[in-house]
């Protein structure tokens, strides 16, 4: 019996050893930010413009759709709060907003996307290529801003994300002073999956500009910040669909993800210099 017990013991302990190995080759989704250990660059000889907004003018409407109207999470979208400044910028305003006749009380941001599905003749859509956008973070906390991607179905839950996938270029969370780079695929529900990698104290909220850029091709998913390469996955498995881009702040008591928004800090604006997608030549 003795014997019996210590080779179950032994046995036990020889299958802890893959799990305790897995455990410290695992590396953290989240570290503190740290751009002296990134230095690898995109060689843009390799690649060609083919889509360019410098947000010179009026929004190009034929380009930048709405987003869905109305409640949002905990707030509102409303497409008057996305525009051009004149000065060569989209702004993406969040505002607090006394109730009227035909609106309820609440905090409205702006939002826009390159397809709308009661629009589909108007808009843009692109698979592979290196997509970036510049821009200037605000610092207010509780509510967030991303610059992302659906790409062909993200709701099918079978297949991976081989079909359809999100990707979030990158979410700027101030309360966290944090960037986060993410790929969901295969719904939103219990089938679920996602890869993330999350950059804390980035200190980007400093009225400097930003870029943030992510590479999507054959071999996977590539983020860039401030041009220097961070982080890369390959997803459920490479999209081969096309996508959408969009960009929108949102406001949602979500607790830590990104603290509580005073109103008294409102309005506030994101500042977006240009979107970019280049090509492989
Ligand atoms: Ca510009
Ligand atoms: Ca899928």
């Known amino acids: 019996m003795k014997k019996i017990i210590t080779l179950l013991l032994i046995v036990s302990l020889l299958c802890l050893i893959p799990l305790a190995c897995c455990a410290c080759k695992r590396k953290p989704a989240a570290e503190i930010w740290d751009p002296s250990k990134y230095t690898e660059t995109l060689d843009f000889s390799q690649y060609e413009l083919v889509f360019c907004d410098e947000f010179e003018g009026e929004l190009n409407r034929d380009v930048w759709?709405?987003?869905?109207?109305?409640?949002?999470?905990?707030?509102?979208?409303?497409?008057?709060?996305?525009?051009?400044?004149?000065?060569?910028?989209?702004?993406?305003?969040?505002?607090?907003?006394?109730?009227?006749?035909?609106?309820?009380?609440?905090?409205y941001s702006g939002a826009v996307r390159t397809s709308n599905p009661q629009t589909p003749e108007i808009g843009y859509r692109h698979g592979?290529?290196?997509?970036?956008?510049?821009?200037?973070?605000?610092?207010?906390?509780?509510?967030?801003?991303?610059?992302?991607?659906?790409?062909?179905?993200?709701?099918?839950?079978?297949?991976?994300?081989?079909?359809?996938?999100?990707?979030?270029?990158?979410?700027?969370?101030?309360?966290?002073?944090?960037?986060?780079?993410?790929?969901?695929?295969?719904?939103?529900?219990?089938?679920?999956?996602?890869?993330?990698?999350?950059?804390?104290?980035?200190?980007?909220?400093?009225?400097?500009?930003?870029?943030?850029?992510m590479n999507w091709d054959e071999d996977g998913y590539t983020f860039y910040i401030d041009g220097k390469k961070v982080w890369t996955s390959t997803g459920g498995g490479i999209c081969h669909e096309n996508g959408y881009m969009k960009i929108s702040t949102e406001y949602g008591e979500w607790g830590d993800w990104v603290g509580t928004l005073q109103t008294s800090n409102l309005p506030v604006d994101w500042v977006i210099d240009y979107v970019k997608i280049y090509d492989k030549k």
Not at 76 to 103: K, M, N, P, Q, S
Not at 183 to 204: C, I, P, S
């Open 65 to 107: 759709g709405d987003t869905r109207q109305g409640y949002r999470r905990d707030g509102y979208w409303t497409r008057d709060l996305a525009f051009t400044d004149g000065e060569g910028h989209l702004v993406i305003r969040t505002e607090w907003r006394d109730a009227t006749e035909t609106e309820p009380a609440g905090v």
């Open 128 to 213: 592979f290529g290196y997509y970036e956008i510049r821009c200037k973070l605000p610092s207010v906390e509780g509510i967030w801003h991303a610059f992302w991607m659906m790409c062909g179905d993200v709701y099918d839950e079978d297949d991976g994300s081989t079909d359809g996938i999100e990707i979030d270029v990158f979410e700027y969370l101030p309360n966290r002073d944090a960037i986060n780079c993410a790929l969901h695929w295969d719904g939103y529900d219990e089938a679920h999956k996602n890869a993330h990698k999350r950059f804390e104290k980035v200190g980007f909220a400093d009225g400097e500009y930003h870029t943030f850029g």
